[in-house]
């Protein structure tokens, strides 16, 4: 299983970093990723509302699982290319001084037969500094 754990403080309150790291347009700002937005159907952010990200060589199609403005929010990645096993991810937000602290924790796996550890080698050597890309945008946009 991988695990991917990521901590940023950014100096900004904790409404407008959850909003902007809520809004799938901004998943854009990570290298790898072409494109983030609401899926058809989809009108903002809310649990259930699902998130569609196209990115070089992969796709997700991300539900919202759980949706705590400005506290937290859970997703699962429910289909994809390559294929993960998805068993969530989650943001929290904690205000510290004037700024917030974001957690984002993920973890997933790939079965053997889309790649299995030697696909999770590369995945985790890819998504880790994608997800840092996007705490880095998210500061530089707010603070």
């Known amino acids: 299983m991988v695990e991917i754990r990521l901590e940023r403080t950014i100096a900004a309150p904790v409404e407008q ?5 809520a809004d799938p347009a901004n998943l854009a700002t990570a290298p790898l990723v072409l494109q983030g937005k609401w899926a058809k159907g989809t009108v ?21 699982t759980a949706y705590d403005r400005p506290h937290s929010y859970t997703y699962l990645i ?3 290319f390559p294929p ?14 004037d700024g917030t602290r974001v957690n984002w924790l993920t973890n997933y796996t790939h079965s053997a037969a889309a790649g299995g550890k030697a696909l999770e080698a590369v995945t985790r050597r890819l998504l880790r500094p994608n997800f840092l890309a996007i705490l880095n945008a998210c500061a530089k946009a707010l603070e």
Do not use: K
């Open 44 to 64: 903002g952010p809310s649990q259930g509302a699902v998130r569609q990200v196209i990115g070089i060589g992969t796709w997700f199609r991300e539900e919202l």
């Open 84 to 97: 993960f096993n998805h068993e969530g991810g989650t943001l929290t937000f904690t205000t510290v001084g």
């Open 17 to 21: 970093v959850f909003d902007w790291l």
């Open 78 to 80: 429910v289909r994809s």
